[in-house]
């Protein structure tokens, strides 16, 4: 759409050739898993349109944004600009571009991390994010094709990957992300 087609130009002129080429990416991957999975398609390309907005903010610039929208960020987030940029890309499609979707909104908000309860539309963008095609890190391939099979199993195995990641990096692990993961084994059980 048009809004879409400006947004996509704002995208072009603030991030960096690649994480523009990555947003790029996750749409047409959100495209795809949106029809496979039943998802309505225009929210999911919104959403991934939107979903890494704020990625190219600074931390100051970050944390002054938050200061002055009332955005609240404990204390794990609020040291760590990755655990920021979902909020802040929220804030911004809901202010600026006038996302009122409460789907969409959340699953910009929660594209990093997961969450308990989180909706199709959530899990479906937080694997795009993960499996989009310009990707690459072992065993993507085979997380692309249970993305077509098995929703939740490809979703564990992401945050699985992500949590994994996290502890060779010695990186704190946000509890949404613990919170996410459990939730998906016990609704999958
Ligand atoms: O923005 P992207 O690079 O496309 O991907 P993302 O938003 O899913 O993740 C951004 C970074 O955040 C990535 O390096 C992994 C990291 N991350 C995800 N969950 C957690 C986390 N970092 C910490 N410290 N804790 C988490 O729970
Ligand atoms: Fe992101
Ligand atoms: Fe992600
Ligand atoms: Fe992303």
Do not use: C
Request: hydrophobic share 40%.
């Amino acid at each position: 759409s048009n809004k879409n087609n400006l947004v996509l130009s704002e995208l072009k002129n603030t991030l960096k050739p690649k994480r523009y080429k990555h947003v790029l990416g996750v749409i047409d991957a959100a495209k795809k898993l949106s029809l496979k999975w039943n998802v309505d398609q225009e929210k999911a390309e919104i959403a991934a349109l939107f979903h890494d907005f704020s990625k190219n903010m600074d931390f100051e610039d970050m944390t002054r944004y938050a200061a002055e929208n009332e955005i609240t960020f404990d204390k794990i987030e609020s040291s760590n600009k990755e655990l920021m940029h979902g909020r802040i890309a929220r804030d911004i499609a809901y202010k600026k571009y006038f996302i009122t979707d409460e789907d969409i909104l959340n699953s910009i908000e929660y594209h990093t991390t997961g969450r308990r309860g989180m909706s199709k539309l959530e899990k479906l963008i937080f694997l795009a994010d993960y499996i989009e095609p310009n990707r690459s890190f072992p065993g993507v391939d085979k997380l692309r094709d249970i993305s077509f099979k098995n929703l939740d199993k490809a979703l564990i195995d992401a945050i699985d990957g992500t949590i994994e990641h996290l502890i060779q990096m010695g990186e704190i692990i946000h509890p949404r992300t613990l919170e996410a993961r459990n939730y998906l084994i016990e609704e999958l059980s």
